[in-house]
């Protein structure tokens, strides 16, 4: 999954996107580097971030998504808005990608059932503006697959069909480094629940923070490739549906490179051990 953020604030990429066809062209780039869909978002979700209203996100959204349609680009909607969802699957989106897990928007079920769509439920405990106090557990990989659990019992409960969901654990979402490593040694917990699950870490701070220079300045967002092509590699190996990166063409090799090699699906324990 390529990320194409068309915001003026999301951490990494936020401004770059923001002309309607320097979105589209970016966006037929990822599908060509090996994107099998590009995510596109029109509010950025990133620590502190404020909020925008409806009409701003689907002003945001909409013109790339019919632009990306008509070249051919599978989509996935990046929104917690069931009024946004609705805009985007009506230009062309087939996938909503709910960092809330639904949560948010109660309604989105309802469009998500109605469109028959696939629906990605992240863990989620709360908006950007003040999701890090969220960040308490006693086992954080227990707690997020009890409360994804919910989220789709809730969704099963929607009219939602079973094989429509997906779970994401939502690194950085109300985590903490810890957490988001605990979440990677331990993916294999949600991916035996049977559900695709997709593997989001790309460029984020924790990756930044570890490798951090002598002074402890965290490496800056634009030089986390290799640490995020890492990731991907490990979540592939625990069994993860699909990645979310920013760097599709790297990503698409590192996995071929793992696929090629033969190597088995790492069991949770084994994953542990491959970080020690």
Known sequence: MGILNVTP????????YTDVDTAVEHGIELRLAGADIVD?????????????DAETEIARVVPVISGLAAAGVPMSIDTTRARVAEAALAAGA????????????????AVARDAGCP????????????????????????????ELLERVDEALAGGVDRGQIILDPGLGFAKNAEHNWQLTRHLGVLVDLGFPV??????????????????????????????????????????????????VGGTADALAVWRASGAPRLAPDEADKSKE
């Open 9 to 16: 604030d999301s951490f990494s990429d936020g401004g770059r």
């Open 40 to 52: 596109i978002g029109g509010e950025s979700t990133r620590p502190g971030a404020e909020r925008v």
């Open 94 to 109: 087939t996938v909503i990608n709910d960092v809330s897990g639904g949560l948010a928007d109660r309604a989105m079920a």
């Open 119 to 146: 629906w990605i439920l992240m863990h989620w405990r709360g908006h950007s503006r003040n999701m890090n106090s969220l960040a308490v557990y006693h086992d954080v990989v227990t707690e997020v697959r009890d």
């Open 198 to 247: 997709l593997f989001g870490a790309s460029r984020k701070t924790y990756l930044g923070r570890l490798l951090a220079d002598r002074d402890g300045n965290p490496r800056p967002v634009g030089e986390r490739e290799a640490a995020t092509l890492a990731t991907s590699v490990l979540a592939a190996a625990a069994g993860a549906w699909g990645v979310r990166v920013h760097d």
